[in-house]
């Protein structure tokens, strides 16, 4: 399936690969010859996906949009990233120029940060400031979540923000602490653009249904609903353009079932020689992220006094749906 | 696209059932979410906490009525049925009382 890529490079996740097979050796500890062959089965799917056709069209960076309105009656993304209040979404409050510091001294040790050293100040107040909150959805669901991190944790729940190659393969979770187990749904999407991604957070940050989320009376034990907004209100028109996310392939036409299977077939592959006794978890690319909409999850904030965003992220939800 | 029912009608059979699940019970959310799922559960005197035990209920003594696809969907639940993901949620949230429907 073809995926979009807003650098145009690499969409089979050829160079993900073998990235992980160098974090993975065949003799590193935890890598059993089960998780090499698990592995090895994930990796045929991927490399079986279509590639961009040549001359395909891929949507030219968001970045060069920060100065157009999304629509006659809206601000332009720059005006919106500008004027991003981080304490509103109960973050930590960040300049352009310490934004611009904290991303050059830790993008090494926080690679989700790596795209973010070229890109515009205002983009980079926004990713530098959600980094130091709560939430994780700058390390699963922005453009470091390529298409084969998306593909395996959809397939296999590895988890990218897992640094460690052999917890990730055992689907050991990269944001909670001990040790605890990776959970993702049936999909695993991200904005494939830095910008896109700043720019659909600071705006949704603004909406009037977040807002309603973010300022509800604290209560410890209370969390406000999801929120779920157009990808199109907070990007623009062609905003569904820097989507992209793989959804499990259904078994006997339930993906409540593919999602028991892969569970079933996880725990197998972390297990040395048990086998998984359901068939390997396969995905296909979303399509139709025109009609997406993206989902806020929130969270008591560090100081338990308020609420920050857990996550932000796309999803098609529909309605009425066979299982 | 049309919306799910229970955006769109919150008042609707099941809807805070499927409210409640997915904004605690979600897979992108951490153990600390169904943490304060469990305390919540044990206020007596919360309106949506009332609905939401009295539709558990209903969804467990009567799992035809429930709308399993639209629960599915929205709280991507790993059990392998909405029927096996509400019974554990019975337990978790209420382990001192039987679960409902249960011979």
Known sequence: ?323 | MNEPFWQTRPDAPFATLINVARTYCHPELDEDAYESLRRLAQRDDDDEMTTFKQELRDGLVRPEKVPQAELSRAVQYDDGSADKFLRRLWHDLYPDEPVPGQA
């Not at chain 1, 689907?171 to 653009?193: E, M, Y």
């Not at chain 1, 992209?244 to 972390?270: C, F, I, M, N, Q």
């Open chain 1, 1 to 323: 399936m073809v995926v979009h890529r807003v650098d145009g490079a690499d969409v089979d996740g050829t160079a993900e690969r073998q990235t992980d097979d160098k974090r993975a050796p065949a003799d590193s500890p935890g890598t059993d010859d089960a998780l090499s062959r698990a592995d090895s089965r994930i990796g045929a799917q991927a490399a079986n996906d279509k590639p961009v056709p040549a001359g395909a069209e891929v949507p030219q960076p968001y970045a060069k949009q920060l100065d157009i309105p999304i629509a006659d009656d809206q601000p332009t993304p720059r005006e919106v990233l500008d004027r991003f209040t981080p304490a509103e979404a109960g973050l930590p409050e960040v300049t352009n120029e310490q934004a611009a510091e904290y991303i050059a001294q830790t993008a090494d040790d926080r690679p989700w940060l790596a795209a973010a050293k070229d890109c515009d100040p205002a983009v980079q107040r926004i990713l530098a400031a959600m980094d130091q909150g709560q939430g994780h959805a700058l390390e699963r669901h922005e453009g470091f979540a390529d298409d084969d991190k998306l593909r395996r944790r959809v397939t296999a729940l590895e988890d990218p923000a897992q640094l460690d190659a052999d917890k990730r393969m055992a689907a050991i979770d990269g944001c909670k602490p001990g040790d605890k187990n990776h959970r993702c749904g049936d999909t695993a999407t991200a904005i494939q653009d830095p910008a896109a991604f700043a720019t659909m957070f600071a705006r949704g940050v603004e909406h009037a249904k977040v807002q309603e989320a973010l300022r509800m009376p604290y209560d410890p034990d209370r969390l406000p609903q999801p929120v779920s907004i157009p990808v199109r209100d907070l990007l623009g028109a062609d905003g569904h353009r820097y989507c992209s996310g793989y959804t499990l392939e259904p078994v006997d036409g339930s993906l409540s079932k593919a999602r028991d299977h892969r569970a079933a077939w996880v725990e197998a592959r972390r297990t040395p020689g048990r086998e998984p006794g359901v068939s390997d978890p396969r995905c296909t690319a979303v399509d139709g992220f025109e009609a997406a909409q993206t989902q806020y999850f929130f969270r008591s904030t560090r100081e338990k006094d308020g609420y920050e965003i857990a996550t932000m992220y796309v999803e098609l939800l529909r309605g009425e749906e066979q299982e």
